[in-house]
C-alpha cells in the first residue's frame, strides 16, 4: 500500500454510509444510556421528552418508507412476474415458498434445543410470578376459523381496503395475480399498465435513494430514544430469557452463513459485509416491512441477484419469511411454561410448532406485531397470559434483533434462489 492510499483509506471509509449508520448506533447506544435510569443524568420525564426528539426524525422517516412499501411490492411482483414467463415465475414462488418453510422449521426446531437446554424459565422468582397482571392486549386466536379460515384469509377481496390497511400477504397475493393476468394478456392491451409499473418502482427507489441519506441522524435518535425509554435495567429481570433469544438469533444467522457458502457458493464474510447497510437500518427501525425498499435496492446491487429473483423473493420473504419471529413465539411459549411449572405434552409441542410457524407468516413486518399473535398461542394452549408480562419490558429491544435476522434471512433467500434458478435456466 502506497502512503497515500494510505491516507485516503481513513476518509474513505467515513464516506462509507455503514460507516456513517454504524458511528451513530454507537453514538445512539451511549446517549440513550447516559439519559436512561441507569445513569439519571436528568429527570424521567425531561429524558424521555429528549427522547421523542430524539426520535422524531426516525418517525418521519419510518412513516415515509412505509409509505412507498406498498406501492414497491405491488409494483415490483407485477413486474418481476410479468418480465418472465409461466413457468419460470411459478419456479420461483414455489422454491421460494418451500424454502421459507423449512428455514422457519429450523428456526423453531432451534428454539425447542436451546430452550431445552438452557432453560430460561427457571430462573424466574416465583414471588414474582405472583404478582403479575395480565397485560392489556387483544387475544388473537389462530385457530378460531380453523386452517380453511387461515388459508381463505390469505386471498384479496378488496385491493383497495387492503392497501389502506396495510394488508402486505394480501397485496403481494393481488401482484402475483395481476402479474399472471398480464403474462396473459396481448402485448398491446399489457402495456400502458406495466409502463405504469415500472415508473411506479422507479419513482420509489428514487425516493429511498432520498431517504438513505438522512439514515445515520435516523439510527441515531431511534436507537437513544429505545434505550432512554427501556434502560438495560429491564434485561435483568428475564436475563437468561434474554441471553436465550439472542443465542437463537445468532445461531440464525450462524445457519444463513452455512446456507450462503454450501447452496449459494458465496464468502459467508462478504455476504454479510454487504448486509450491513440494511442489518442496521432494521436494527433501529424494527420493521423489516419499512427496511423492505432498502432490502431490495441492496440484494440486488451489492448481492448481484437479478431483478425477477430479487423482485418476488424479497416482497414475499418480507411478508412470510420471518425465521427470528418463528423461533421468539416457540421460545417464549416454553419460557412461560417453564416458569410457571407447566409440562407441556407431545401434542402440546406439535401445537406450538405449527402455530409458530403460522405466526411467522402472519406477523405484519412492524414493530412488536408479534405480541397479539403470541397471546392467541398461549391461550389456545391453555397457558397463562399473564406471562407476557414478563417479556414485554426486554420484547422492543429483542424486536430491533429480531428484525436484523429477518431481513438477513431475505436477502439469504434471494442469493441461494438467485444462484439455483439461474443455473437452472442455463441447462
Known amino acids: 500500500m502506497t502512503p497515500a492510499t494510505a491516507q485516503t483509506s481513513p476518509s474513505r471509509l467515513r464516506q462509507q454510509l455503514w460507516f456513517k449508520v454504524l458511528i451513530a448506533l454507537f453514538l445512539g447506544f451511549a446517549v440513550g444510556i447516559l439519559l436512561s435510569e441507569n445513569l439519571a443524568l436528568t429527570d424521567i420525564e425531561t429524558a424521555h421528552a429528549i427522547g421523542q426528539w430524539l426520535a422524531l426524525p426516525g418517525t418521519i422517516f419510518m412513516m415515509l418508507l412505509k409509505f412507498i412499501v406498498l406501492p414497491l411490492v405491488l409494483s415490483s411482483v407485477i413486474l418481476g412476474i410479468a418480465s418472465s414467463n409461466d413457468i419460470k415465475a411459478i419456479k420461483t414462488l414455489g422454491f421460494g415458498i418451500i424454502y421459507i418453510l423449512f428455514t422457519s422449521t429450523l428456526a423453531i426446531a432451534l428454539a425447542f434445543l436451546l430452550a431445552g ?18 397485560p392489556e392486549m387483544k387475544q388473537l386466536d389462530l385457530t378460531e376459523n380453523g386452517v380453511i379460515g387461515i388459508i381463505t384469509g390469505i386471498f384479496p377481496t378488496n385491493i383497495f381496503s387492503h392497501l389502506s390497511q396495510n394488508q402486505m400477504l394480501q397485496v ?46 435516523v439510527v441515531f435518535g431511534l436507537i437513544a430514544n429505545v434505550i432512554i425509554t427501556k434502560g438495560l435495567g429491564a434485561i435483568s429481570a428475564v436475563s437468561m430469557f434474554f441471553i436465550n433469544v439472542l443465542a437463537g438469533l445468532l445461531c440464525i444467522i450462524l445457519m444463513y452463513l452455512l446456507i450462503v457458502a454450501l447452496l449459494a457458493k458465496k464468502r459467508p464474510l462478504d455476504f454479510l459485509r454487504n448486509c450491513r447497510e440494511v442489518m442496521a437500518l432494521a436494527l433501529a427501525t424494527s420493521s423489516s416491512s419499512a427496511t423492505m425498499p432498502v432490502t431490495l435496492r441492496v440484494t440486488e446491487t451489492l448481492h448481484g441477484v437479478k431483478p425477477q429473483v430479487s423482485r418476488l423473493i424479497i416482497p414475499l420473504g418480507t411478508t412470510i419469511n ?9 421460545t417464549v411459549v416454553l419460557f412461560i411454561a417453564q416458569a410457571f411449572g407447566i409440562d407441556l405434552s407431545s401434542s402440546q409441542m406439535i401445537t406450538i410448532v405449527l402455530l409458530s410457524l403460522v405466526a411467522s407468516i402472519g406477523a405484519p413486518g412492524i414493530p412488536s406485531a408479534s405480541l397479539p399473535i403470541l397471546a392467541g398461542t398461549l391461550a389456545s394452549q391453555g397457558l397463562p397470559v399473564e406471562g407476557m408480562a414478563l417479556i414485554l419490558g426486554v420484547d422492543r ?9 429477518n431481513v438477513t434471512g431475505d436477502m439469504t433467500a434471494a442469493t441461494v434462489l438467485n444462484r439455483y434458478l439461474g443455473d437452472a435456466n442455463k441447462s
Request: proline letters at 5%.
Open 117 to 134: 437446554w438452557i432453560q430460561p424459565g427457571l430462573a424466574m422468582n416465583p414471588q414474582y410470578l405472583g404478582s403479575l397482571a395480565s
Open 172 to 217: 403481494v397475493v393481488t401482484a402475483i395475480i395481476f402479474g399472471f393476468g398480464l403474462l396473459h394478456m396481448d402485448k398491446k392491451g399489457a402495456k400502458p399498465l406495466l409502463d405504469l409499473m415500472e415508473s411506479v418502482q422507479s419513482l420509489c427507489m428514487t425516493i429511498v435513494l432520498w431517504l438513505m441519506k438522512y439514515t445515520p441522524v
Open 397 to 405: 429491544l429483542l424486536d430491533m434483533g429480531r428484525s436484523v435476522v
Open 322 to 330: 420471518m425465521d427470528a419471529t418463528a423461533m421468539y413465539q416457540a
